[in-house]
């Protein structure tokens, strides 16, 4: 499983990313507007889960589970703390990476070993989060029959959730409706700073690559569901300070998950944050790359003017 340990390793702070998917992959966030300034600060560590992208070997179904995948973090962690002697190190969880990096926390020896959980938009609880989501397209999907905008369109998705009244988190079918209702990501184009990896043009440049992280995401999406998954009643105990980010337009994990989130942590009201971002969908580092680094970085360092402490944004939206 490829680690790549970018930024300022020097100020001892290690923040670990943990892609979605499963089967996503953290290096396409290298390079990127809100990462690039990051790594600034702080030490950043990009880590292709097993059977992500340029990940190899390990993936027969008995080993696609999720206390597999906490166990692959584990001796991630271990070996960051035996190489970076003495530095603090914070999981920052997207999707679901929130979930399974609210699954490593639940453990208290496994905890023990981290300062800080940023939870991205996390995935703590599939069958809630999939419900609100199929409300929120069937919702957008109504208006737009309403505005006669795409009708054909719009009414193949609400018989495609007719049709499909159960599924499962290896339908791409769902995610396409989320992405065309504009709740995957709002903000589009060059100005997110983006590393151009997997695109059609890339496919010429770099074939083995964009070959590879497709073959390994439908591998990996069919092999290991993740639709029953949910966390909510073991998440009080996690006691560490949190951060959770959340857009207000997302329609993957609606909003609604941020506050069930926050409220389901066992950590201190004091050492517990929920900023939540406006005119924002699911890829908040994509589409707020500013005010994603400043709530992350006051997280991290609380400066020591009052109005930029956590305490003082603690459950607001920017």
Known sequence: M??????????????????????????????TRAFASLEEDYGIVYWDQRGANGSSGGTQK??????QYVEDLDVLVDQLKNRYH????????????????????????????IVGWIDVAGAHNNPKGDS?????????AKRMIAIRKDVRYWKRALQWYRNNPAFTSDKLGHYSYVRKSQGYQLVQGDSLGQFPWFTQKDLLFRPATYVSYYV????????????????????????????????EDDGLIPLTMAYEAYNSLGTDPTEKYLVTLPRTAHTVFYEQPVLFRAAVKSFINPSKNATDQPSAWNSVSF
């Open 132 to 140: 609100l989501s199929v409300v929120w397209v069937n919702e957008y």
């Open 2 to 31: 490829p680690v790549v340990v970018r930024g300022n390793v020097s100020s001892k702070v290690l923040i670990v990313f943990l892609h979605g998917g499963p089967g996503g992959t953290a290096m396409t966030k290298i390079g």
């Open 86 to 113: 003495g530095s603090n190190i914070y999981l920052m969880g997207h999707c679901w990476g929130g979930g399974f990096g609210t699954a490593y926390l639940i453990d208290n020896t496994r905890q023990a070993k």
């Open 216 to 247: 390994n995401y439908y591998r990996t999406l069919s092999s290991f569901l993740i639709s029953d998954i949910d966390l909510t009643r073991e998440m009080h105990n996690i006691k560490v300070p949190s951060l959770i980010i959340w857009g």
């Open 62 to 67: 008995k080993w696609m589970n999720l206390s």
